[in-house]
């Protein structure tokens, strides 16, 4: 049996066209759908908006009076505590964010000013995509911030939606609006007390962002490396199937009956092969997309560990999707399974499964059909385990993928023509 | 050793095998010649266990190997009319994948590796890709393979096709050198009758499915005893006269070649005077006369009434 994996792992890093279309294909599709479908996943050229309910656990008069009894107790000038008191008065920051996301990023964000629980029942349903959180206190942490420069900024807590699929930078981008009128505010307000303008930071707010289960959201880079990494890992299986077919063709295959080996080490070794270059061929466009686009970053070890568990297991369902084929191109002596499969079978899944784009998209029956699909369910894994969920999250996803499986390979050695497999 | 006992395949409605009935002894070689298209792959793909007959049974030392492949397989080497290698892969990595998966192992492996290699003639070039190697040396490696697990039987499946007279002239020599050097029991199909005539002790012919014929060189010419082979070559071909051929009581066979007629008469019939008759009559420029006695080509076209290389 090693024979014959050593064998077909030669034979594959011999042929060059293969070996780009396995390895370097994927890596400049990604690189192409990263860029150009950047908008699909939320970036500001886009046109789709971003459900988000805004949750207000803040009372800015609160804070204020909070605020103004902090800076009695303070050693400064009376003159230059009434200038800032006046200046506090001026700047309303829960009505600076809600015109930000209610006005000015209406191309991004569609808002819905509600109360936490209501907000948790709509992501929860999947009706929003996130929930933008005024916490308590925030007023009063942002005026000390902003107007005294003592304490670390605010902390914004955006929770997104586990079914949410969109990119940080979109995120980035509400923040960072935020910011800079918070910051224009405090300027004028201060500019109107004739008081000195002093620089402010530009980190005026921090945003606190998680999923359900605290993750980030992933990037457009993120996603595609992904999406082909799970498309393209079906044209190892079609190749061997291909391969396979040559053997046949040219009764090498008959060599290997003749010499009293059981065909199926010949299916066995191709199956070993696939699983090995499947997981090379994912590894290698992760590593190359987190160093040249810094995809995946910062990744914890726990993610790395999850995340090549997941490609075990993928590889183990490409390896017996390739037995499938395999067995198919053997019995029917026909090559037409690989290049249908190949030419269009791919294609097929990888809509479903979301290597184009996002499944959130579709409607619900093909958004289920395409979550049974091994690349669908190991791409969902894949976007969880890369925003940090535990392993407990994703195993759901592991065993299914473990059964579809079992049932393919169990599929292909019944199909397998033993006896004579030139018969 | 091996025999067969009315071998049947049927593709669809297409008798591809017919009943056909051939042993081989030990130590013996046996020449299976046909035109293209005569049922001899297709045969000895059963004879190999590689196709299951439709009907028939085929004995190796007296068991039966269609519902027991394993019997013959460890003991016989195939060669393949395509060349059943990897292309990407040199000649020593090719012989000896093979010959790990015929369960050779560590120096025994690697002596019967240059051993064949030694055989072919292609040790100083064995690091060499396959699909580098002209279509001769590709043919010599096929072989190699089958050697590899020195088997009691070698069958070869016309494995001389496609490739210049050099190598050809290598591999009949080789083959040669097996049967009387290392006692090794050969079927060779071919199309080629010289190829037949110097390899093989006892000859089948075979043709639309069915063995025709079958004998040593001699008995196969002697069927042919009485008459002789007249070849001749015309300046234009005639219809007319090849007619007023085929219209004389002693001519008995009449068949085109390439540049004329090949006429076969009974010996000793004094037939020439006739044919420059007819020939002056009909107005057909004979270049050229050759008379000789029957070849196993001429016995062929006796029998089937066509060349081998229709």
């Known amino acids: 049996m090693v024979n014959f994996f050593l064998k077909d792992i030669k034979l594959l890093l011999r042929d060059r066209t293969e070996l780009l279309v396995i390895f370097l294909m994927p890596f400049i599709l990604m690189l192409i759908l990263g860029f150009a479908l950047k908008g699909v996943l939320g970036g500001g050229e886009s046109t789709r908006e971003l459900e988000v309910a805004l949750v207000e656990e803040d009372n800015s008069n609160e804070g204020k009076t909070q605020f103004i009894s902090y800076l009695e107790e303070q050693e400064i000038p009376t003159i230059a505590k009434e200038q800032i008191i006046e200046a506090s008065n001026q700047i309303a920051i829960p009505s600076i964010i809600h015109t930000i996301l209610t006005k000015e990023l209406t191309e991004i964000v569609a808002v819905e000013l509600t109360d936490k629980e209501a907000a948790d029942e709509k992501l929860a349903a999947k009706e929003i995509d996130a929930i933008i959180t005024i916490p308590e206190g925030f007023t009063y942490t942002t005026l000390k911030h902003v107007l005294l420069q003592e304490t670390e900024a605010a902390n914004l ?129 992760f590593v190359l997309s987190s160093l040249i686009m810094q995809s995946f970053q910062p990744i914890s070890w726990q993610t790395i560990g999850i995340m090549e568990l997941i490609t075990f297991f993928y590889a183990l369902a490409i390896s017996a999707i390739a037995c499938l084929l395999i067995a198919l191109t053997l019995r029917l002596r026909s090559q037409a399974v690989s290049s249908s499969f190949t030419s269009g079978i791919v294609s097929v899944l990888a809509l479903l499964g979301g290597s184009f784009t996002p499944i959130t998209t579709f409607p619900e ?34 065993i299914r993928l473990s059964w579809i499986t079992v049932f393919i390979f169990i599929l292909s050695v019944v199909l397998f023509p033993n006896r004579r497999v030139a018969a | 050793m091996l025999e067969t006992e009315s071998l049947r395949k049927v593709y669809k409605n297409k008798v591809a095998v017919d009943e056909v009935n051939i042993y081989l002894k030990e130590g013996e070689s046996v020449g299976l010649l046909g035109p293209n298209g005569a049922g001899k792959s297709t045969l000895i793909s059963m004879i190999a266990t590689l196709l299951k007959p439709s009907s028939g049974k085929v004995f190796w030392e007296g068991q039966d190997i269609i519902k027991n492949p394993h019997i013959i397989r460890p003991t016989l080497g195939m060669v393949p009319q395509e060349i059943a290698l990897y292309k990407e892969l040199s000649a020593y990595e090719n012989v000896k994948f093979f010959g790990k998966i015929y369960r050779l192992k560590g120096k ?203």
């Open chain 1, 365 to 398: 029956v093909i958004q289920m059909i395409g979550s049974w699909t091994p690349n669908g369910m190991t791409l969902r894994a894949y976007m969880l385990a890369s925003q940090g969920l535990p392993f407990a999250d994703i195993v759901p996803y592991v």
């Open chain 1, 157 to 285: 807590l955006i929770k997104k939606g586990e079914h949410a699929v969109f990119d940080s930078s979109i995120v980035e981008n509400i923040l960072s609006q935020i910011a800079q009128s918070i910051n224009l505010e405090t300027a004028i307000a201060k500019e109107s007390q004739s008081t000195e303008i002093r620089p402010t930071s530009d980190e005026v707010i921090k945003r606190e962002t998680e999923t359900i289960t605290n993750g980030e959201p992933v990037s457009s880079m993120e996603y595609y490396s992904i999406g082909m990494a799970v498309m393209f890992a079906f044209f190892i299986a079609s190749t061997m199937a291909a391969k396979s077919y040559s053997e046949q063709t040219q009764h090498v295959l008959d060599r290997i009956i003749l010499s009293g080996r059981h065909p199926l080490q010949f299916l066995i070794g191709k199956l070993f092969a696939v699983i090995m270059l499947v997981f090379f061929q994912v590894n290698v466009l």
């Open chain 2, 108 to 310: 025994h492996l690697e002596s019967r590796v240059q051993e064949v290699l030694e055989i072919v003639g292609l040790k100083d070039r064995q690091k060499e890709l396959v699909k580098n190697y002209s279509g001769g040396m590709q043919r010599r490696i096929n072989i190699a393979v089958a050697l590899l697990h020195e088997p009691d039987i070698i069958i070869m499946d016309e494995p001389t096709v496609g490739i210049d007279p050099q190598s050809r002239h290598y591999i009949l020599e080789m083959v040669k050198r097996l049967n009387e050097e290392k006692g090794m029991t050969v079927l060779y199909t071919s199309h080629y009758m010289e190829e037949v005539e110097k390899l093989c002790d006892r000859i089948y012919i075979m043709d639309n499915g069915k063995i025709i014929a079958t004998g040593t060189k001699d008995e196969l010419v002697s069927i042919l005893s009485s008459e002789e082979t007249i070849d001749l070559v015309l300046e234009e071909s005639s219809s007319a006269f090849e007619d007023a051929l085929r219209a004389e009581e002693h001519v008995l066979k009449v068949t085109e070649t390439e540049k004329g007629l090949k006429l076969i008469v009974p010996k000793q019939s004094n037939q020439l005077t006739t044919i420059f008759h007819l020939a002056e009559k009909h107005q057909a420029a004979i270049q050229s006369v050759s008379i000789h006695v029957p070849s196993l080509e001429d016995v062929f076209l006796h029998l089937t009434g066509r060349k081998l290389r229709d």
